[in-house]
């Protein structure tokens, strides 16, 4: 079963139960200066998940293309990417946890045929305010028990920070009026040992990656009060949401997503580019492949790299993607980005509609950071000599000159001087020490605040909210 097979069964799976599919949206929403790109399915129907009639109805079915910035970081294990596609149904005041939880086990197991043993379930336990999910847990049990397992060992109860959402978080973040409410989660199980390393003891949320969530229902249904205490809603939601690319995983049982047939053909691309085998390079081709994918549907949106907003995260992220590619030497970009649109065009179009000026875009950033990186490079050994005997300048793949940055030795220089890289020629900390230049970190740090601070007052609310590529 292939990544598109997952989605052509899914809505049609949701279609026959009465849902209407509605269109991805745009990864960049217009007219919501809330937020930078999409991160969720459920984004767009805020609104209609707050009470506006929806003009489709009641159920709602869709795949929808999310970015989530905050995830730049950790991207480099197994199974974290900035780039998904989430699976998602709604349920608008209609049904509730009795049917959506029988369904979406039902997709797992019988349309999916995913092993009913590899599966966990995560239920709300509830707090001294809001109690437990009790009607989830007994919709679980009554499956569990259905099929021959014990739901003392399949069913786990976890607190806010892990079983509760809201747009603010935990309810103490919640402000009065804000809707609300519990989730249930389901995790597949791989046939790996347990790493001590991560606890004594093995569970759903343990991060030794034996268990990948794949699925998530959350069911609205509380609205905070004045007064700190929670009312039920008279109008309930459900919004599930469920990674494409978890649920590939668990259908191929590959604890790697970048092993699956969605992402492999990709990551050969790049062992081929670079010359490497994967298994020697994990961690680097993880994030060239992720920042690269990204990059394409943020630059198929008609985003430009530049210093601000979404166009300073495409930077970031085609920069950040081009330090991994030369640091293991990699040859023709050209061909990586090639190979990401042909992977993705049959369940996609829009990188094949945008193919030409997706390419122009990654390839004139790449242009334009050799070039930054050049002039950073002019600039510091103007002023530390010593310096400059250890740069190099080598041209390769598109007979572009790039810095291959392979020093004698690494020069220190001042805090001042590598804000200056920052601020002005747009290199992260991380990259500015690629290039061999070393700093004191904590000053740079205290540095980057008093900057954010700054921008804060001056208006520019949304820089702080992007977590800094480090």
């Keep these: 079963m292939t990544a ?6 899914y809505i049609s799976f949701f279609e026959e139960r009465g849902h209407k599919k509605i269109e991805n949206s745009p990864l960049v929403l217009q007219n919501d200066p809330t937020t930078l790109f999409t991160s969720a399915g459920m984004q767009p129907l805020v609104p209609y998940l707050l009470g506006k009639e929806h003009p489709e109805g009641k159920r709602l079915v869709n795949v929808q293309n999310c970015f989530r910035a905050q995830d730049i970081d950790e991207v480099g294990d197994n199974r974290h990417t900035t780039f998904f596609r989430m699976l998602g149904n709604w349920s608008l005041g209609d049904y509730f946890k009795k049917e959506e939880v029988s369904w979406f086990w039902e997709f797992l197991t019988q349309k999916l045929t995913i092993p009913k043993e590899r599966l966990y379930i995560t239920v709300f336990k509830g707090t001294n305010e809001i109690p437990k999910d009790e009607e989830a847990e007994q919709v679980w049990k009554e499956i569990i028990l259905q099929e021959g397992m014990n739901p003392k060992e399949r069913i786990l109860y976890y ?6 959402w809201s747009r603010s978080g935990v309810p103490e973040n919640m402000p009065a009026g804000e809707p609300g409410g519990p989730d249930t989660e389901v995790f597949y199980r791989f046939n790996i040992e347990h790493n001590p390393a991560f606890g004594d003891v093995c569970h759903p949320n343990c991060d030794c990656g034996r268990f990948m969530e794949i699925a998530n229902s959350v069911f609205m249904q509380y609205v905070k009060q004045e007064n700190g205490s929670f009312k039920e809603l008279p109008k309930k939601n459900v919004d599930f949401g469920g990674g494409l690319e978890r649920l590939l995983a668990a259908v191929e049982n590959m604890q790697d997503v970048f092993q699956t047939s969605l992402f492999a053909p990709i990551v050969a691309g790049i062992s081929h580019a670079i010359n490497k085998p994967y298994s020697e390079e994990s961690k680097e081709i993880r994030i060239i492949a992720d920042h690269f994918i990204s990059a394409c549907f943020i630059a198929a949106n008609d985003v430009i790299p530049s ?5 300073y995260i495409l930077r970031r992220l ?3 993607g081009l330090d991994s590619f030369y640091q293991l030497q990699g040859g023709n970009l050209s061909e990586i980005i090639e190979t990401i649109v042909d992977q993705y065009k049959n369940t996609d179009q829009i990188l094949l509609t945008k193919f030409e000026h997706i390419k122009n875009t990654i390839l004139a950033e790449e242009n334009s950071y050799s070039q930054t990186r050049r002039n950073a490079r002019k600039l510091i050994t103007r002023k530390y ?3 400059s005997h250890s740069a190099r300048v080598q041209a390769e793949g598109l007979g572009q000159a790039r810095i291959g940055d392979e020093l004698k030795g690494q020069v220190e220089i001042s805090t001042e001087d590598a804000f200056v ?4 020629h747009g290199l992260s900390p991380a990259q500015i020490k690629s290039l061999g230049f070393l700093f004191n970190e904590d000053e740079f740090v205290q540095k980057m605040k008093e900057h954010q601070q ?13 977590k800094e590529i480090r």
């Design 4 to 9: 598109k097979d997952i989605i052509d069964t």
């Design 159 to 164: 607190g806010t920070k892990k079983n509760w």
């Design 307 to 311: 210093n601000k907003e979404q166009g």
């Design 318 to 320: 085609i920069r950040r």
């Design 385 to 387: 000599p010593s310096a």
């Design 421 to 424: 890289l920052y601020t002005a």
């Design 454 to 466: 700054r921008s804060k007052m001056s208006g520019t609310k949304k820089f702080d909210r992007v």
